[in-house]
């Protein structure tokens, strides 16, 4: 529970290595929680402190143990055309390079873009820039593998035009990256492809893992708070996972499943216990009202601490029933766990 409250809450803190915006619904401040990777909102008013790098509740120790993850060293470099590493790829948790590798998407107009999403506002406030060539991707991984003792690597893209929805350029930039890092452990992420043959393409390229996001498994949820990307039908997400699972093997394939947008919590967890039972790794994780993102603007708040927990606990028991754990994936969110307190609770 107060694993649930910290990642809704925050802690009154900073924290040098910080993602303030980007694609997806995670964001915050990266820290090492009971040495743990974990994601936290940097929150000047949350009743959460830091001392002694431990955890307090106003003047209650916590008992849990907080270290904030230093500034790698591949941040201070530059590529020779000008641009900074950090621009490229960013530390997430202590041992992840993480990278969104189109920064733009076709659902990005107001209309159809996901609420809590902020993948072009990175891009406007000049974070990083809008496409990264494999090259760069590559120059990137081996130095914060090198300098900064990097794990694993999560590339993720904007939805392109076409039926790869974004899937060949990961396809070179895995390609490239393990050119480069032989044998590190890469976890892409897409929509559906339209063409299912890119699953295999990807898996070819070297990818360890892969994650087919679709954050709700409820329609009507899925059209309010994902109007473009709730007009790829569930069924094509079903297909994409299995043929994932074919491909890259049960426990390799994940979907990020995010609490608080309204969803009947037992419906949520039965949902992802299918999810467990296809060989899909469900990473349930809390929806969090980043600044800049359309739900933010409208005043939605996170949900509260104790549906966090009664939807993690139930759906870390199934997980662990059926053997599945997140480290298992080697590679990406679910291998991370910094954005989830499913790892906490044992999933
Ligand atoms: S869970 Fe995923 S998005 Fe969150 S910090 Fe880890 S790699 Fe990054």
Partial sequence: MTRAELALRGVASDAPVRRPDGAGPSDDGHVLVDGANAALPLNPHSPYSVRDGKVWLGDEDTGISLTPVRRPKFYDLTTSDGIRYEQIARLHGSDVLATTVVQTCIRYAESDRCRFCTIEESLRSGATVAAKTPAQLAEVAEAAVRLDGVRQMVMTTGTTTGPDRGARTLVRSVRAVLAAVPGLPIQVQCEPPGDLTWIRALHDAGATAIGIHVESLDDEVRR?????????????????????????GPNRVSTYLLVGLGEDPDELVAGAGRLIERGVYPFVVPFRPMSGTLAARDGVGAPRAELLTYVTEGVAAKLRAAGMSGADQKAGCAACGACSVLQAAGG
Avoid at 224 to 230: L, Q, V
Avoid at 232 to 244: I, T
């Fill in 224 to 248: 309010r708070w994902m109007p473009g990307k709730s007009t790829v039908p569930l069924a094509e997400y079903e297909a994409a996972w299995d043929e994932a699972v074919r491909v890259f």
